[in-house]
């Protein structure tokens, strides 16, 4: 089950990875990470100007450029990065994707889902990338297929 677009997931898997493999002024070149992650270079870098229009990244062009982070990591929350890359309403979406869904009008899965949703959007506003970050280099967590 897909809960967020491939573009959600990407761009979740390429902060990940800029978080944890490299420091967080330096700047990461799109098509070493596009190659490292097996995610198509046009597409990451679609997603990533998305999120450097949203304020999260900046880029630089040349030889030496990429993206690197204009925010902090210990400042992004994943409420933050999943509103950049899903859109303001993600916590509001009805799981089947039904419009109207809601307490006067609930789905099959509303209840269900309700709970879920909210248990996500509670730990998505206290987890930052930076703790990821340190989760990922402590534990050994994998981003690569």
């Known amino acids: 089950m897909r809960v967020i677009s491939k573009a959600g997931e ?15 002024q330096e700047y990461v070149n799109i098509r070493d990470m596009s ?3 097996d995610i198509s270079f046009h597409f990451l870098t679609k997603i990533l100007q998305n999120l450097t229009q949203k304020g999260l990244l900046r880029s630089y062009r040349g030889p030496n450029g990429g993206v690197a982070f204009l925010i902090p990591p ?5 409420t933050d990065l999943i509103k950049a890359l899903e859109g303001d309403d993600f916590f ?10 809601g307490e006067a009008q609930p789905c099959p899965m509303h209840n269900f889902w309700k ?9 998505f506003a206290h987890t930052t990338l930076a703790d990821l970050g340190q989760a990922i280099r402590k534990q050994r967590f994998r981003l690569i297929p």
């Open 92 to 101: 509001d979406k009805c799981l089947l994707g039904l419009p109207g869904c």
């Open 115 to 123: 709970e879920i949703k909210d248990k996500l959007k509670s730990e």
């Open 74 to 78: 210990e400042s992004i929350y994943l």
């Open 35 to 37: 190659e490292k992650l």
């Open 10 to 24: 990407y761009g979740l898997r390429a902060l990940l990875y800029m978080v944890s493999e490299n420091g967080e």
